[in-house]
């Protein structure tokens, strides 16, 4: 189910409908960076190409994903495992 939520973005009134775990990765990308959401959402429809609703959805699948790249390492590392009979 989509969630509703309005802001005022250069003096204009918009809303956006998302599914609720998008507004939670927004609203911890916004947490995270020390900005309320509406700075979030208004920084991110400037840069925007298209419609709103699909570029705060990309924006977070982005975040999302360049924060398991750092926890996980980068792209093609293979992990190092331990030789046969070695403790770990």
Request: hydrophobic letters at 45%; proline letters at 5%; charged letters at 30%.
């Amino acid at each position: 189910m989509l969630r509703k939520r309005s802001f005022t973005i250069a003096r204009h009134r918009t809303s956006v409908a998302l599914e609720p775990e998008f507004w939670k990765a927004l609203e911890r990308i916004a947490a995270a960076r020390g900005v309320s959401l509406t700075r979030l959402v208004a920084e991110i429809d400037a840069a925007k190409r298209g419609g709103l609703a699909s570029a705060l959805r990309v924006h977070a699948l982005l975040r999302r994903e360049a924060a398991g790249a750092q926890k996980n390492g980068p792209r093609g590392a293979k992990p190092v495992r331990p030789k046969s009979g070695e403790s770990v």
